[in-house]
Structures are given as C-alpha cells and as structure tokens.
C-alpha cells in the first residue's frame, strides 16, 4: 500500500475511494457489541482512516437480520438524499480483507464530546441534533447512544453506528428526546415530504418492502404532528446512555 495524503474530511472522490482503494487493517475498536476494525483505505495519492464491519463479526440478533452493514449504508444514503450530510460517507465492500461488509469515513473527534455533554454546553449545535433527532425518527433508530453523536474536528456533528435502523416494528430507543413538544423545524418536515411518495431507490434495494412502507409511515406520522414526540414511556431510551 503506498500512504498518500491524508484527508481529514470528505469531499466528492471520498466515496469512491472508500469503494475501490486499499485495505490496511490497523486494530479492533473496543468495546463493540459487534466486530469493528480500523482500517486505513488507500489510492496512489491520498489515505483516509475508516470502520470497517464485517458481516462475519456480527453477533446474532432475534429481531434483525444478518447484513446490518446494509443498514449502515442506507443511513448514509437516506441522509445524504435528505441533504442533511449528519452520517459519514458509507459504503458496502463485498472484497473486504475479512468479508462483505459497511467501510465509512472515521471522524476525528474529541471523545469526552458526545450528546450530553453537546446540549449542556453547545447550544449552537441545536440545530444539527433537532435534524438527527428527526433523522432517527424516521430511520426508527434502536440504538442512539449519547457516544453515537461526533462533533467532527470540523465543527460538524455526525451520527454513527445505524446498523440497528429501519425495522418495520417501532424499535425507537434514543437518547435525544431533550426536543419533546417542540414544532418540528419547517425546512426539516419540507426535506421529509417527498419520501411519502418516492424512497430512494438506493436506499429501497437495501431494505425489505416492509420497512421501507413503515419508513413511509412514520415520516406520515411525523408531517401530521409536526413536532418532536415525548417517552411517555420512560423506557425508550438504549443501554448503556454512551
């Protein structure tokens, strides 16, 4: 493998780097419920830093299928549609170094920064964890843990790990519900209302007919409110918070 430049973030050509260049394997990232391998992914003049997740490593599930990498790409994809850029680019390689799996960009943060510690004391991030917070309802995101929200070196927040997403039962456990009751943001609902009658085909060939129905219902649901739902429960929430 030849080592090019680095790139801290991605532009236009990430995407086809992270799908064709070269695998080199640095270490397991613990703890993870899952297998999930650092890895540097090269072309002939550049190097980035990525996670990849083989299918082999995940740890069998009663309520989803093997191949959650596919649901990992179909986050990237549907937010990247939604022009709200919150996941990492995404990618499925069937050629990785332990077999088919999601390859996406890893995002240098501080790990002390997460969720919490965000809307403690970052109010000017509000407006990108009210897109993710709309971003999960609609993806019926299982598992948003507090450490599952980045503040990239670049200022950006971005969401990871969406393996546990678009089931068609409601699977909702998250920890952003710090927005219960306030009107959804105009700009955000508007982004949504095209998918009542058109999910991304790429995102549609990932999932199954039933989940991307469910998918259509719940940003359904969401236009009729128009504001961010409450736990009444008190039990949607995942473990552990970070």
């Known amino acids: 493998m030849t080592a090019g430049e680095r790139v801290p973030a991605w532009d236009d050509g990430v995407v086809t780097l992270l799908e064709e ?49 596919r649901r990992e790409v179909a986050a990237y994809l549907l937010s990247e549609w939604l022009g709200w850029h919150l996941v990492p680019p995404t990618v499925v390689r ?32 509000f407006e990108e964890l009210r897109a993710l917070a709309v971003f999960d309802l609609v993806a019926n995101n299982a598992d948003r843990k507090s450490g599952h929200v980045l503040r990239g070196n670049d200022g950006r ?6 393996g546990l997403c678009f089931a068609a039962d409601d699977k909702l456990r998250t920890v952003i519900w710090d927005f219960a009751g306030e009107p959804i943001p105009g700009a955000l609902l508007s982004a949504l209302a095209p998918l009542l009658t058109d999910v991304p085909a790429e995102v549609s ?11 259509q219902a719940r940003v359904g649901r969401l236009l009729r409110s128009g504001h961010f739902p409450a ?11 970070v």
């Open 94 to 125: 069937e050629d990785g170094p332990v077999g088919v799996g999601s390859v996406q960009l890893f995002i240098d943060s501080d790990p002390e920064v997460h969720y919490f510690t965000l809307y403690r004391r970052a109010p000017e991030t």
């Open 205 to 215: 060939a990932l999932l199954e007919p039933v989940e991307v129905e469910a998918l």
């Open 231 to 241: 736990d009444r429960s008190g039990r949607r929430i995942p473990w552990p918070l």
């Open 21 to 69: 260049g070269s695998f080199e394997l640095i270490a397991r990232i613990a703890p993870s419920s899952n297998l999930a391998l650092l890895a540097e992914v090269s072309s002939t003049d550049r190097t980035v830093t990525a996670v990849y997740k083989p299918q082999t490593g995940e740890r069998p599930l009663w309520d989803f299928e093997r191949g959650l990498h």
């Open 157 to 162: 927040i971005r969401g990871i790990d969406h």
